[in-house]
């Protein structure tokens, strides 16, 4: 059985959440299993093989599950990106559009050096946004963005042909609608 049949065992989909006519891919069966999160780790740290990774960039909060996790794999340093008033040094923020609504996110104004090279690890990709609002903090700073990196991809949302478009993007598990 390969790695991302076995992964995708441990993804609960429940009907009608939040509201009706949704299949909500829950992630937290992954964190619920050793197996589960040892899969999804493998399949992350195997999609950057090869690659020079400065840093690892994460949004909060689940985000960091991931995140944290593959730059103590990779050996290198973690960069939280939180929401307002969430870090203690000076930030910069980006604002980004959601589901129904606006958010922000912020990141240490020195958390990323001009030519470092990062990857951006999420949860899940869906709209895309708060992925798109992690690469422009970062390349404000002057980071280039590696790959973004997703466990869980919903293809409904089409973020990846749209607003993660420019960059490469890696999902181990595809789900067709939203």
Do not use: N, W
């Given at each position: 059985m390969n790695g991302t049949v076995a992964l995708e065992k441990y993804?609960?989909?429940i009907p009608d959440?939040?509201?009706?006519?949704?299949?909500?891919?829950?992630i937290t069966g992954i964190l619920e299993s050793g197996e589960g999160f040892?899969?999804?780790?493998?399949?992350l740290e195997k999609a950057l093989s090869g690659e020079k990774?400065?840093?690892i960039a994460a949004p909060e909060a689940?985000?960091?599950?991931?995140?944290?996790?593959?730059?103590?794999?990779?050996?290198?340093?973690?960069?939280?990106?939180r929401k307002s008033g969430k870090l203690p040094?000076?930030?910069?923020?980006?604002d980004y559009a959601l589901e129904y609504g606006r958010a922000t996110l912020h990141m240490h104004a020195?958390?990323?050096?001009?030519?470092?090279?990062?990857?951006?690890?999420?949860?899940?990709?869906?709209?895309?946004g708060s992925a798109r609002a992690a690469a422009r903090l970062i390349e404000r700073l002057g980071g280039k963005i590696?790959?973004?990196?997703?466990?869980?991809?919903?293809?409904?949302?089409?973020?990846?042909?749209?607003?993660?478009?420019?960059?490469?993007?890696?999902?181990l598990l595809r789900y067709p609608g939203k």
């Open positions: 993804v609960k989909t959440f939040p509201v009706q006519g949704v299949l909500y891919r829950d040892r899969l999804a780790l493998d399949g990774i400065d840093k689940r985000g960091f599950i991931f995140g944290a996790a593959i730059a103590d794999r990779l050996g290198c340093a973690f960069v939280p990106i040094r000076e930030t910069i923020s980006e020195d958390a990323v050096a001009p030519g470092e090279r990062v990857a951006v690890i999420d949860d899940l990709l869906a709209t895309g590696v790959k973004m990196l997703f466990p869980i991809e919903l293809e409904g949302f089409a973020a990846r042909s749209g607003v993660l478009a420019a960059y490469d993007v890696v999902s």
